[in-house]
């Protein structure tokens, strides 16, 4: 019978091994695909693929940045000095309008003519720039240069101010909007939820009698619980016409919004994990400081609350994690906007919300869909450090604020 129970333990044990080991690899294989897409990112070109930029051989250019294309084609920058090149107004040339100036009839069958209409065209325009399908470009015309096939940069994705990722001739995949749009909206919410979440939390643990304790502490558990569409749908019919009533706005739809819904999500975090850790205070402390004449609020604020430092600190922490990953709530109420944000009051977009949105119509494989997943690593960077911070302050000696 005791050889039984001992192979049974065994192959129990083993069971639990092996499944730890699998769950780990799983974990590993997910997070090493993540990267691995992401990172794709930097090796597509700056130029939509399949196109090229061609200009004429002796204009002095030889790169442009992805955001100087766009800006040439958008008309913001329209001469070549202002991109190393010499003084005088930019053409830009898009493909289509070749048959402006030449009759389909000429391009012979299938087009087979049509490199070198557009050899001749770029030869005859000093100040062109020509955005064109490769398979056109003209092939043994002297007169035309074609534009270096430059890569997306580091400084690209993580220094631009710009979210375009369908723009043409060169998508923008700048970062920065979605970076400070997500920190603004979760720190500001922090900031509500915390002084809130702690004043409840205060309340159970020390004032509220047995009786409101066992009715508040599981209702407020069962706010976590509530799905985050549920949350987006009370922001959108009640907080986004509220603030814009309030403040005599266009949108109600604004990183006030956002930051509101996203307080009142973390607040069970936070309530839960520092009524908790109040709770553990030694009822030796609370005693010993009451006996040595100090009133009620002298003990919750000079012995409970220093002494419970760590435990506040993980809930702030923790909280802090389910705002910055949270996504359709953000998506519903914030108005989706991917500008560097100055104020609450004006639409935002944050790095999840931009991920659930796009990914279903991003190309598989394509610079759209690397960034995506590049955004994803970012967010998994953000909360990984998060959680640690959360794991070492958890970890830290209570008694150490004292």
Avoid at 77 to 88: A, L
Avoid at 293 to 314: D, L, N, R
Avoid at 315 to 326: H, K, M, N, S, T
Avoid at 366 to 380: D, E, K, N, R, S
């Amino acid at each position: 019978m005791k050889q039984f129970k001992r192979f049974l333990e065994r192959i129990i044990e083993g069971i639990l091994t092996v499944s730890g080991a699998i769950t780990s690899i799983v974990i590993l294989l997910i997070v090493i695909f993540l990267f691995k897409e992401g990172f794709g990112l930097f090796n597509s070109p700056a130029v939509e693929k399949g196109y090229a930029l061609c200009i004429n051989a002796d204009n002095p250019v030889n790169k442009l940045t992805p955001y100087q294309i766009k800006e040439i084609f958008d008309w913001e920058i329209d001469n070549w000095k202002d991109v190393g090149g010499v003084d005088m107004e930019i053409e830009p040339f898009r493909f289509e309008e070749i048959f402006q100036h030449y009759p389909e009839e000429e391009m012979g069958e299938d087009y087979e003519l049509l490199p070198e209409k557009l050899g001749e065209y770029i030869a005859a325009t000093p100040a062109i720039i020509a955005f064109i399908p490769k398979q056109y470009l003209p092939g043994n015309s002297a007169e035309v240069k074609v534009l270096r096939d430059e890569k997306i940069h580091f400084s690209d994705f993580f220094g631009g101010k710009e979210w375009m990722p369908t723009s043409t001739p060169s998508p923008q995949f700048g970062v920065l909007p979605l970076i400070l749009g997500t920190l603004w909206v979760s720190i500001f919410a922090i900031l509500i939820a915390l002084p809130l979440g702690l004043g409840v939390a205060i309340y159970l643990s020390e004032l509220a009698s047995e009786r409101i304790r066992k009715i508040l502490k599981p209702t407020i558990e069962l706010l976590a619980g509530i799905p985050s569409v549920v949350y987006g749908f009370f922001g959108l019919v009640v907080i986004v016409p509220l603030i814009q009533k309030v403040f005599n706005l266009p949108v109600g739809e604004t990183a006030m919004a956002g930051s509101v819904i996203l307080a009142i999500m973390a607040l069970p975090t936070i309530i839960t994990v520092a009524e908790d850790a109040m709770r553990n205070t030694p009822r030796a402390m609370r005693e010993a400081s009451l006996g040595l004449g100090a009133s009620k609020w002298q003990t919750i604020y000079k012995i409970i609350i220093p002494y419970a430092a760590s435990g506040i600190s993980a809930a702030v922490v923790l909280g802090i994690g389910r705002a910055i990953g949270e996504t359709m709530a953000v998506l519903m109420v914030t108005g989706n906007a991917a500008v560097i944000p100055h104020t609450l009051f004006e639409p935002v977009r944050t790095i999840p919300a931009t991920i659930a949105a796009e990914l279903g119509e991003a190309p598989a494989g394509g610079p759209h869909y690397q960034a995506l997943f590049m955004l994803g690593c970012i967010l998994f960077i953000i909360t990984m450090i998060i959680s640690i911070s959360a794991e070492i302050i958890s970890k830290r000696q209570p008694n150490k604020g004292l």
